[in-house]
């Protein structure tokens, strides 16, 4: 059986009918296999993604593509400096 990549918000909607399950009593072996996880990626998923909103989860991620953005950004602009500089003293 092939791997599924869940997306952040499947993730955290999945917890949540974990968080259900569990508080009807059942035990976390028996909600992680209900929602179609195992116990061990359940524990994965709390630990990383427990306690996140929906809406925090997208504000995350837009957050993280513009920090790469910026990262991108700051090497171009080092590489520029880096060119003028060794032009300025006569390298090339």
């Keep these: 059986m092939p791997k599924q990549r869940y997306t952040t918000e499947e993730i955290i909607h999945k917890l949540r009918e974990a968080d259900v399950l569990i508080g009807q009593g059942r035990t976390v072996a028996d909600a992680s ?44 602009l080092t590489v520029d400096k880096i060119i003028l500089k060794e032009v300025a003293e006569g390298k090339f």
């Design 33 to 76: 296999k209900q929602i179609g996880i195992t116990d061990k990626t359940y524990f994965r998923w709390r630990k990383t993604h427990g306690g996140l909103r929906i809406d925090q989860a997208k504000r995350l991620r837009d957050l993280e593509a513009e920090n790469a953005r910026l990262k991108k950004a700051v090497a171009e």
